[in-house]
Antibody, heavy 119, light 107 residues
Framework: QVQLVQSGAEVKKPGASVTVSCKAS????????IHWMRQVPGQGLEWMGW????????DYARNFQGRITLTRDLSISTAHMELTRLTSDDTAVYYC????????????WGQGTLVIVSS | DIQMTQSPSSLSASVGDRVTITCQAS??????LIWYQQKPGEAPKVLIY???HLKAGVPSRFSGSGSGTDFTFTISSLQPEDIATYFC?????????FGGGTKVEIK
């Protein structure tokens, strides 16, 4: 079945960087865009950006420009999200999700990765 | 950016009740709206896409309506397993944006 499996929880200090991985299976990785969202515990969802795994092209939300980098490793069908210069405001659950061929809605989502930023 | 205003932020209803959630876009988004269900500790799951289309395998008690700026999500008969938070998302324009969520509880 189509599945996205994310890397495990991370604890980082302010100013550090974090990389979250998202391994795809059950479909052709290069055929569908991968998007990233985050959710502060108890709050809503925030879109961060997307990547076309085939071309490697990306687009980032304005709030994350300069701090986020999306990459992929085609050999292992895995997408990566790196977020730098972390602050406590970046404490959240981070999700990857597979877009549809034509539309930017997401199914399925990864299980989520909790990133805690604390000194 | 398109703002998605979802209401109410929470509601409490009895099993068997009809539940309605609304989502209003700050500008027209055609029918490019999706409704997700999120249970605690889980990722969101698709219920309704293109504003009105029920995803295969989703119970028919869930439905969606609307186009343009005003959208409605309905559970025709609330079941105990429907306890969750429901989100709308517009996909007409980047940046993609979500409603604030509606937490549904059993009275």
């Amino acid at each position: 079945q189509v599945q996205l499996v994310q890397s495990g929880a991370e604890v980082k200090k302010p100013g550090a960087s974090v990389t979250v991985s998202c391994k795809a299976s059950g479909y052709t990785f290069t055929n569908y865009d991968i998007h990233w969202m985050r959710q502060v515990p108890g709050q809503g969802l925030e879109w961060m950006g997307w990547m076309n795994p085939d071309s490697g092209s990306t687009d980032y939300a304005r709030n994350f420009q300069g701090r986020i980098t999306l990459t992929r490793d085609l050999s292992i069908s895995t997408a990566h999200m790196e977020l730098t210069r972390l602050t406590s405001d970046d404490t959240a659950v981070y999700y990857c999700a597979k877009a549809q061929v034509r539309d930017n809605w997401f199914d399925p989502w990864g299980q989520g990765t909790l990133v805690i930023v604390s000194s | 950016d398109i703002q998605m205003t979802q209401s109410p932020s929470s509601l409490s209803a009895s099993v068997g009740d009809r539940v309605t959630i609304t989502c209003q876009a700050s500008q027209g988004i055609h029918s490019f709206l999706i409704w997700y269900q999120q249970k605690p500790g889980e990722a969101p799951k698709v219920l309704i896409y293109d504003a009105t289309h029920l995803k295969a395998g989703v119970p028919s008690r869930f439905s969606g309506s609307g186009s343009g700026t005003d959208f409605t999500f309905t559970i025709s008969s609330l079941q105990p397993e429907d306890i969750a938070t429901y989100f709308c998302q517009q996909y007409d324009n980047v940046p993609l944006t979500f409603g604030g969520g509606t937490k549904v509880e059993i009275k």
